[in-house]
């Protein structure tokens, strides 16, 4: 599995306290069956995150997890707020994209329910060369929820889910119905800090993906679709 969505990188946003937190949460993501870890760190304008020192940073930690016997990948990105998308340089936008291959960034809604000007957002980005991962739209939800989404992937965005809120959800759930009429893409732990909040685990919001789609789908989500965002790569259709 590759989760997506980490706030792993140590003393900068929001996320991990400092390198000891940073190598715990490696330690959960390999506890769990993730291979690799996108760190994301916020980029809005309440959190001074320099993006020249992205790539530094996640050289360093990767560093500091290879010598201590952490067996997990970690890559750069960064998570787009959608008030800052048309700010970035294409330089800048390249290094905040996941995995650094310069083809996908994670694109956080404003607060509030999803609108339209998301849309226009992803069309933007997807006019300069970039496709867009949606995050998080379990915290976005409004009257036109299911429209909202639709409109998004039919621009070619994807929807990625928080791992532990569709762990959680109960059969009928909006979550599982969503992934049942394919609306559902990707799961990202979304994890700030080992001590507290979310952890970084997907295999517990898989499983319960995995009571209403079938094997084809499946592999797609855990699989094909996060490894060729990480190359920067086109995604095969959903199955």
């Known amino acids: 599995m590759i989760d997506l969505h980490c ?22 993501a390999e506890e769990d069956g993730i291979a690799a870890v996108c760190a994301t760190p916020h980029i809005r304008h309440d959190h001074h995150v320099p ?25 750069p990105g960064g998570e787009l707020a959608e008030t800052e998308a048309g700010r970035l340089s294409d330089a800048d936008l390249e290094r905040v994209a996941l995995g650094g291959a310069g083809g996908w960034v994670l694109l956080e809604p404003a607060p509030g329910p999803l609108g339209v000007g998301l849309e226009a957002h992803v069309e933007r980005l997807a006019a300069r060369g970039v496709r867009s991962v949606i995050a998080h739209p379990e915290r976005h939800a409004g ?34 119905r969503l992934a049942q009429e394919g609306l559902v ?8 800090s080992s001590h507290a909040g979310r952890p970084v685990r997907l295999a517990a919001g898989f499983a319960r993906l995995a009571s209403v789609c079938g094997p084809e789908r499946m592999a797609w989500m855990r699989e094909e679709a996060p490894r060729a965002i990480l190359a920067g790569d086109a995604v095969a259709p959903l199955p």
């Open 143 to 176: 009257a036109d929820f299911e429209q909202r989404l639709r409109e998004l992937n039919e621009r070619g965005a994807l929807i990625q889910w928080t791992a532990e809120f569709v762990a959680g959800a109960a059969p009928g759930d909006l979550a599982l």
């Open 185 to 192: 893409h990707l799961l990202g732990s979304d994890a700030h």
């Open 51 to 75: 993006i020249a020192e992205i790539a530094g940073r996640v050289d360093a930690l990767a560093a500091e997890l290879a010598a201590r016997g952490v067996g997990v990948r970690v890559v």
């Open 7 to 28: 706030h792993i990188l140590p003393e900068l946003d929001d996320g991990a306290r400092d390198l000891d937190d940073s190598v715990a949460m490696a330690r959960q």
